[in-house]
């Protein structure tokens, strides 16, 4: 079965956030959130169910195997970044996950820092048990034409130092590194439309 990439129409992101939830809960750096499995599974389900998908700034594509959503990645207007957005001043998340994810989010401004208007692609999700089958790449080539059209002076993207090979084979170069507050290191990248 073909996979295709469209629009994620909003009454399907109950699906859609369950799934990124599934594909992300077991990575390392999510083991901050809570100290059980059952609690961690739980907690990066609640996050991601609970992102804000409503803004007209955001534009997200899923990637379908007939109807059933297998993939998902988000892409921000370059007027829109969501980690630029941040103040940094602002008082804190008093619930312990958010407040962790504040930290990261903030640690990942920092590689924004100096960057022109920008677009900026993330989170990329696909289904757990069909990883490796080429959807993650086609999920990132759909986010990137569909940044370009929105015409900004580069594309940025952030990952996980052990990533950084997988997306410099689509054109990104690495602009920066930060570590998070719990001692994850995060990899800012980049890529300017006309390369």
Do not use: K
Not at 2 to 14: G, K, M, N, S, T
Not at 117 to 130: D, K, Q, R, S
Not at 152 to 165: E, N, Q
Request: hydrophobic share 45%; aromatic share 8%; with cysteine.
């Amino acid at each position: 079965m073909d996979v295709a990439i469209r629009e994620l129409p909003p009454e399907r992101w109950p699906e859609a956030g369950a799934m990124a939830g599934r594909a992300f809960w077991t990575e390392e750096y999510m083991r901050v959130l809570a100290d059980d499995p059952i609690g961690l599974y739980a907690t990066v389900q609640d996050i991601y169910l609970g992102m804000d998908i409503g803004a007209p700034t955001m534009r997200i594509l899923g990637a379908f195997a007939g109807e059933h959503v297998v993939g998902l990645v988000c892409i921000d207007r370059p007027d829109a970044c969501f980690f630029c957005g941040m103040d940094p001043d602002a008082a804190a998340p008093t619930d312990q996950a958010r407040r962790i994810l504040n930290g990261v989010y903030l640690a990942i401004r920092e590689l924004h820092a100096g960057l022109p208007a920008h677009a900026n692609i993330g989170p990329i999700a696909v289904e757990p048990t069909l990883q490796g089958r080429g959807i993650g790449g086609s999920l990132l080539r759909a986010a990137w034409d569909a940044a370009v059209e929105m015409r900004p002076a580069t594309v940025a993207l952030d990952c996980d130092p052990r990533l950084l090979s997988y997306y410099e084979g689509f054109g990104f170069r690495e602009i920066g590194r930060v570590t998070d507050p719990w001692g994850f290191e995060i990899v800012g990248l980049r890529r300017d439309p006309e390369e």
